[in-house]
Structure formats: structure tokens, C-alpha cells
Nanobody
Framework: QVQLVESGGGLVQAGGSLRLSCTGS????????MGWFRQAPGKEREFVAT????????DYADSVKGRFTISRDNAKNTLYLQMNFLKPEDTAVYYC??????????????????WGQGTQVTVSS
């Protein structure tokens, strides 16, 4: 059974940084792409970033380009999201996700089959 567990969320002031982690178990971590999504209160879940199976390709939502960096350490079965220059509008629950199959980057929520429980990120102004 595939399990994804996020950590690293918290409360930070605008302009600050946080690094989220997502640890996977239940299958070979390096065999598929992964992504980060977020959901703010009253809003739909939205794409944040994605990375291919070996970390060679990434893609980002326009709202986070230049501020967020997605990376992975397959030896540690861990996905990361480094978030810099955080803004109040980045406040949301952040989820990591993995597809049933697929090595290449994926930007749509419906392409993912497994989701973590989410970690809260709150950015104060």
C-alpha cells in the first residue's frame, strides 16, 4: 500500500521560508513522477509543482515560479518543496501526490492516484 506523509508546515511571516518534506513508502519511490498541490479555504485544490522520476525535469505554477523549488532524494524516498519569499496568499494546506504510474511531470490533479494527509502552511502579513 502506497503511503505519503508530509511534514514541515507551520506559521511563518511574509518573506520567510519553509521546506516541506514528503516521505513515501509501499513501492519503489524512484519509479514515478511526483507533485505538490495546495488548497486554501474555500478554494479548489491547485497545482504547485511537479518533478519527474529522476529529478531532471520540473514544472511550476506561475504563482510560485522563482520562489519555490521542488526536488527529490530517491535514496531517502523523500520529496521536498523549498518555499522562499512566502506571501500571505501562499497560505493553504499543502499535499504531496504520486501517480499509479508515469515517469514524466504531471500538472493535473486527476493524474495523481495517491495523496498525503496534507500539512498546513500559514503566512502572516
Amino acid at each position: 500500500q502506497v503511503q505519503l506523509v508530509e511534514s514541515g508546515g507551520g506559521l511563518v511571516q511574509a518573506g520567510g521560508s519553509l521546506r516541506l518534506s514528503c516521505t513515501g513508502s509501499g513501492r519503489t519511490f524512484s519509479s514515478y513522477a511526483m507533485g505538490w498541490f495546495r488548497q486554501a479555504p474555500g478554494k479548489e485544490r491547485e497545482f504547485v509543482a511537479t518533478i519527474n522520476w529522476n529529478g531532471g525535469w520540473t514544472d511550476y505554477a506561475d504563482s510560485v515560479k522563482g520562489r519555490f523549488t521542488i526536488s527529490r532524494d530517491n535514496a531517502k524516498n523523500t520529496l521536498y518543496l523549498q518555499m522562499n519569499f512566502l506571501k500571505p496568499e501562499d497560505t493553504a494546506v499543502y499535499y504531496c501526490a504520486a501517480p499509479q504510474s508515469g515517469l514524466d511531470i504531471l500538472t493535473m490533479a486527476y493524474e495523481y492516484d495517491y495523496w498525503g494527509q496534507g500539512t498546513q502552511v500559514t503566512v502572516s502579513s
